[in-house]
């Protein structure tokens, strides 16, 4: 669903007093134009919405509306919880509500999650009271020590000629089952609060995800650390706008001399047992980086860049995952590793002559994996991460599935509604492309709003198979709003300009309006949808 | 001397109040502190009840109950089976295996008297311990009666 930036400017407009002719003036339109795009009727984008921020004085987040439809999303999410369901609430409803109460919306959400996490604490909670040994252990316990307890009080109540031996020995039971009984009460509650902080539903991940869609999955820092060290290792200081790409021999080199990194290739026969089924591992006794001769090549040049970044860059690293929005050690632990793997990319991919080949090559992603020695997941993700302002690539958003159809790893795009875990919709490329193993496969989508997508996935493996082994299989999609679809290579050939060849798709069966949808698998989960429509 | 009560318990604190409640009652009891070693002094010297506890080591109490209930010389004895989980689900069992009586810990201990009264009857009067009849004492005072 597409934020309405067009009401967005004219509110913006007017309450700076500017006229339509004026604002149009200023960044050198005709007001005619102007007023189709305050009316939704026409797109706007590029340095055109640059200059409108920039009249109207406001950040372009602002304008363009990606915090707010991300809350609108969030919303549509928490009317379909059975919470809700007498209220027939829909995506109109959290529209409007975000429209025009930003804040009530935000204290909504706000309790909808605190609700989903209490529910989520009750039930594991409950759960693990009907089932867990520990709990049945430590609860029987409690009630022994309570029964001794009592049972003594009652006598020394109701016996007052009890002998002064046995009153004695009985006082002191009272007080060894009292400390018995604290001790366990404090390991229950320590147990409990393990169970509640496993089962939040704003998981670790979550927070994760959090902090890297309110930085539009854009650090600037670790871009500039990246683009140091690659000058540094490359030579390159005199060409910055034309780096040698880092080849696997010069990092490993680097590794060793710097860090003093030993890497292993090839470990394989009698290593199994050791190793497990990992396809590379670090020892941070040894200093020992290894890898299994089915490893492939560009896997390991992208973990030897992961390790120079946590060697080299790890106070910058650490120094992000302090951020207040990653409020458990977890969540920081998450963050670490995420940071790393976005500056190895970084390093791996440089900004301006990476961007400079995508547009060149129209975004073919196997075009750059080979330029690159990458594989197809890690260019999706380093173009999800091309959002510098003011040298932006095309937007896109990024999702990966198992061969059980379970979302592991996504990055949304503002107006697409993802499934922030299960199943997305059966008929997503995502899927598909489990049919064709690598190959692309790419559909034009239209939702039941009208809003209309290009998605392109592949479905590959990440290790060199043998016989013997079974591939381990993943399918990467990339989404970008179909306007821009022409100016990838996937879009070419396709008719972008008649919505009846697009597929109808919807976010998720849970969440989608088209009820006779033979790929159904799960009812809507309230009539209050349909109202959409 | 043939005990009234056998008392199976392996926590020492309830042990020693189920025994001074029960003897301030009136009744002999016998203590023991797991399954195998109630099945031993029920064999040499048959209670004429059991107070048994459920959570016991190695064997639990439902085990011993299982052992009296399929032997003919103690398939009618009665058996008071005491559980801290007062679920339903141990009622059942207790039930189904062939229990005289049910109580929950934690007990206030009438309940505990009242329920072995009901199995067996009250005490012999004469049979209280002397520490419970100082010179002039009424018989009415204490935990029971």
């Known amino acids: 669903m597409r934020a309405p930036i067009g009401l967005r400017i004219r509110n913006y407009r007017k309450t700076k007093g500017l006229t339509q002719s004026g604002l149009a003036r ?257 020892e941070e006794d040894s200093k020992r980086l290894w890898f299994r001769s089915s490893t492939t090549a560009a896997e390991r040049r992208f973990q030897l860049a992961r390790r120079l970044a946590i060697l080299g860059a790890g106070a910058r690293l650490e120094q992000l995952c302090q951020d207040p929005r990653l409020t458990t050690p977890e969540a920081r632990t998450q963050a670490f590793s995420a940071m790393a793997s976005y500056f190895a990319g970084a390093l791996l991919f440089p900004y301006d002559s990476f961007l400079a080949d995508a547009e060149n090559a129209l975004y073919d992603l196997d075009f750059l994996a080979q330029k690159y020695t990458a594989s197809f997941e890690q260019i999706a993700h380093r173009l999800v991460t091309l959002r510098r302002p003011g040298a932006a690539g095309v937007a896109f958003g990024f999702l990966r599935a198992d061969p059980a159809g379970h979302l592991t790893k996504q990055f949304p795009l503002p107006g697409l509604l993802m499934p922030n875990a299960g199943h997305a919709c059966p008929l997503w490329a995502i899927y598909t492309s489990f049919r064709t193993p690598n190959r692309v496969a790419r559909q034009s989508v239209s939702f039941a709003d009208g809003s209309r997508y290009l998605f392109i996935a592949k479905t590959s493996s990440k290790r060199v198979a043998s016989f013997a082994e079974q591939p381990v299989l993943s399918s990467v999609m990339l989404a970008c709003e179909l306007v821009y679809a022409d100016k990838t290579v996937y879009g ?42 | 001397m043939k005990p009234d009560i056998l008392i199976v318990e392996d926590e020492p604190a309830i042990l020693d109040s189920l025994e001074f409640i029960l003897a301030h009652a009136g009744w002999q009891t016998q203590s023991v502190t797991n399954g195998e070693a109630a099945l031993e002094a029920i064999a040499k010297m048959p209670p004429r009840v059991v107070v048994l506890d459920v959570m016991l080591p190695r064997q639990s109490g439902f085990d011993v109950l299982k052992t009296l209930r ?73 935990v029971s009666n």
């Not at chain 1, 969030?74 to 975000?98: C, I, M, R, W, Y």
């Not at chain 1, 003594?152 to 006082?171: K, T, W």
């Not at chain 1, 008649?498 to 989960?525: F, K, M, N, Q, T």
């Open chain 1, 26 to 282: 200023s960044v050198f339109i005709s007001p005619s134009y102007l007023n189709l795009i305050e009316a939704n009727k026409r797109e706007v984008g590029g340095t055109l919405l640059q200059h409108i921020a920039a009249e109207l004085e406001v950040d372009l987040n602002d304008l363009t509306g990606e915090s707010e439809q991300r809350l609108i999303s969030e919303l549509e999410e928490a009317f379909s919880d059975p919470l809700f369901e007498t209220l027939n609430l829909g995506l109109k409803d959290a529209h409007q509500l975000v429209a025009q109460l930003p804040q009530l919306a935000r204290a909504l959400h706000t309790c909808f999650r605190g609700y989903l996490e209490a529910i989520a604490a009750a039930s594991a909670i409950s759960n693990r009271l009907k089932s867990d040994p520990l709990f049945s252990q430590l609860l029987h316990q409690m009630l022994s020590q309570i029964t001794a307890v009592r049972s003594l009080a009652e006598i020394l109540r109701d016996v007052p000629d009890i002998n002064p031996e046995q009153r004695q020995s009985f006082y002191s039971s009272i007080f060894d089952e009292s400390l018995a009984l604290s001790q366990v009460a404090k390991s229950l509650i320590a147990q409990f609060d393990h169970e509640v902080e496993q089962n939040r539903s704003i998981t670790p991940l979550r927070e994760l995800n959090d902090l890297i869609i309110g930085e539009d999955n854009y650090f600037p820092h670790l871009e500039e650390a990246a683009s140091q060290l690659h000058a540094e290792l490359s030579g390159a200081q005199n060409q910055p706008e034309n780096p040698a790409p880092l080849s696997e021999e010069l990092l490993t080199r680097f590794l060793g001399v710097q860090f003093g990194v030993r890497v292993d290739l090839n470990v394989d026969a009698g290593a199994k047992d050791k190793q497990g089924a990992a396809q590379f591992g670090y």
């Open chain 1, 492 to 533: 070419q050939s396709l008719k972008l300009d008649d919505p009846e060849l697009d597929i109808p798709v919807g976010p998720s069966c849970r969440l989608c309006v088209r009820h006779d949808c033979a790929h159904r698998h799960e009812a809507v989960a309230s009539a209050s949808s349909a109202s959409f429509l």
């Open chain 2, 70 to 142: 399929a032997d003919l010389q103690t398939h009618n004895l009665p058996v008071l089976i005491l559980t801290a989980k007062g679920q339903q689900q141990d009622r059942q069992t207790a039930q189904h295996l062939g229990a005289s009586g049910f109580v929950t810990k934690p007990y206030a201990n009438t309940e505990v008297v009242e329920a072995v009264r009901q199995l067996i009857g009250a005490a012999p009067k004469s049979a209280r311990p002397k520490q419970d009849q100082p010179a002039g004492t009424s018989a009415q005072n204490g």
